[in-house]
């Protein structure tokens, strides 16, 4: 399909999506029934209504995204969700007090863009959704993931590793106060055991619940989340050529080519690029004339020698 990165509707068709995710997430708040086991909650009336908005928005944000990039590059949004699963599943298996469930999301953001971000964090709640229901409120918090880190990507912040460090850490803390919300609203407190033993540790300091439910919240998203960022920038900066070019295309181009590069290299690497197109220009406007104008020479001297 052609490159088409300007169309309307893809933008209307993304903002009709987050409002899906946000709406969930308000039935989640608000109609979440937290006496009712997790693995039976399907149910429940209230949670088929979410999962059908979840999985409505996803199926919006997957046609929003068709064309925004080209087609090879849409692959980014089945290995985000692979990556997502496997990475959070995986950590929660070795006990981290952390999650690596957005780290396919920022990946897929990075590369495809918001819309293809906002799709890998959308599936990988729907999918896992089957399996671990709690996931699905979630998906609000890496939706705000997938679009601060587009907005960072955009504006060139990712420049230097302390610049990409402090923007980690501010996405983790308001994802945190997000979380907060939907553990302690939607899912009753109930959260990973990895988490629950963080909040714990601070319960020992004589902190209430709430409290340490919203610092551990706040401390680990931050952390979880300045790592993620980082690593999948790092990956994309150091990524071998051959893979680099398939993943890029001319909508990404000028924003992967800022990651992690520091004022002169990125100034040498602008003077590069301006001297080999001031070369294409010289050498397409010059070189019709010289030809032209050797053409004219010898049709003069023709002419003279004839005359």
């Known amino acids: 399909m052609e ?8 933008t209307v068709l993304a903002v009709v999506g987050v409002a899906l995710l946000a709406s969930q997430w308000f039935v989640a708040l608000f109609q979440w029934p937290g006496d009712i086991p ?7 009336p209230a949670e ?8 409505v928005a996803t199926v919006l944000f997957l046609i929003a995204g068709y064309g925004s990039a080209p087609d090879r590059v849409f692959i980014i949004v089945p290995m985000g969700v692979f990556v997502n699963i496997v990475v959070g599943m995986s ?3 070795l006990g981290l007090p952390f999650y690596g469930d957005t780290l396919g999301t920022i990946g897929a953001t990075v590369i495809g863009g918001p819309i293809l971000g906002l799709a890998t964090a959308g599936l990988t709640a729907v999918l896992w959704g089957f399996s671990a229901p709690m996931m699905i409120p979630h998906v609000v918090s890496a939706a705000f993931v997938a679009l601060a880190v587009s907005y960072c990507a ?5 420049s230097s590793l302390g610049s990409v460090m402090a923007r980690g850490a501010f996405i983790g803390l308001i994802n945190g106060i997000l979380s907060s919300l939907t553990v302690l609203v939607a899912l009753r407190g109930d959260s ?5 033993s963080v909040a714990n540790f601070f319960v020992l300091l004589r902190m209430g619940e709430v409290e340490a439910t919203i ?11 300045t790592f993620c960022v980082l690593i999948v920038l790092v990956l994309v900066r150091y990524m071998p050529p051959r893979p680099m070019a398939f993943f890029t295309f001319s909508g990404n ?23 080999n197109e001031l070369a294409r220009e010289t050498t397409g406007t010059a070189g019709t004339p010289r030809n032209e104008g050797s053409r004219a020479l010898g049709a003069d001297a023709q002419g003279r020698h004839r005359a």
């Open 253 to 275: 181009e000028p924003r992967l080519s800022r990651i992690l590069l520091t004022e002169s290299e990125q100034e040498v690497k602008d003077a590069g690029r301006a001297l």
């Open 48 to 55: 088929e209504t979410m999962y059908i908005l979840v999985a």
């Open 91 to 93: 950590v929660d298996r």
């Open 192 to 196: 990973t055991p990895n988490a629950e």
């Open 154 to 158: 955009r504006v060139s912040v990712f």
């Open 38 to 44: 997790l693995h039976r909650i399907y149910d429940i």
């Open 215 to 225: 610092l551990q919240n706040l401390i680990c998203d931050s952390i979880d989340k």
């Open 3 to 10: 490159f088409q990165t300007q169309a309307r509707w893809r």
